[in-house]
């Protein structure tokens, strides 16, 4: 199944690869916080996407993420984060050249990757550091101020997948395949 993914993936990445040299490369950092489903309280993330949008509507894109208090503040957890590392295709709205200023992109994304709850409770008695297999979909828009620099904002479904009772045994009684969750981001956006 991982080897499915992964050629999947890699496939839909070399298509997104721009045909020339005219295509778009950005980076995107960004600030966020989670929300809904199984977020007890809204936590901060901070992050960073990037990736490159060919001469059409098709791209790919890298999306990494950190939720320090994802789990909540409690007075048993001293480690309660959550690490994100998705893979995703971008469908978007082209560039014109002859938008310098103002341009606006929308796009919509989605792709699989990585959950990584860390949880930890004081004294290190019950730990919990796994990697999980996830899917993330969303979508927003970019608008560029000129050429190279703009704003982005974004809004993303995160959920965890493939149910296994050896993967999910943890001392938290947390069922990684359930996890699931909004995440509302804006940020700068710079193109080369």
Not at 65 to 79: E, M, Q
Not at 183 to 191: D, F, H, W
Request: charged share 15%.
């Amino acid at each position: 199944m991982r080897s499915m993914f992964s050629t999947v993936l890699i496939g839909f990445s070399l298509f997104g690869l721009p045909g020339r040299a005219s295509a778009d490369g950005y980076v995107a950092p960004f600030l966020g916080g989670a929300m809904g489903c199984n977020v007890s309280q809204r936590s901060a993330s901070v992050g960073v996407a990037g990736g490159w949008l060919g001469t059409g509507w098709l791209g790919a894109e890298g999306d990494l993420s950190w939720a320090p208090d994802f789990f909540g503040r409690t007075g048993v957890l001293a480690d309660r984060r959550l690490v994100t590392a998705m893979a995703n295709v971008v469908v978007a709205r082209p560039a014109d050249e002859s938008e310098s200023e103002g341009h606006v992109q929308p796009y919509v994304s989605g792709g699989v990757g990585v959950l990584k709850p860390r949880l930890r409770e004081v004294g290190g008695l019950f730990q919990l550091d796994a990697n999980h297999l996830g899917m993330n979909a969303g979508g927003g828009a970019m608008i560029f101020f000129n050429r190279n620099v703009g704003a982005r904002a974004d809004l993303r479904y995160f959920r965890g997948l493939r149910h296994s009772a050896v993967d999910d045994a943890n001392d938290f009684s947390l069922d990684l395949s359930t996890l699931h969750y909004w995440r509302i981001s804006g940020g700068l956006a710079v193109r080369f």
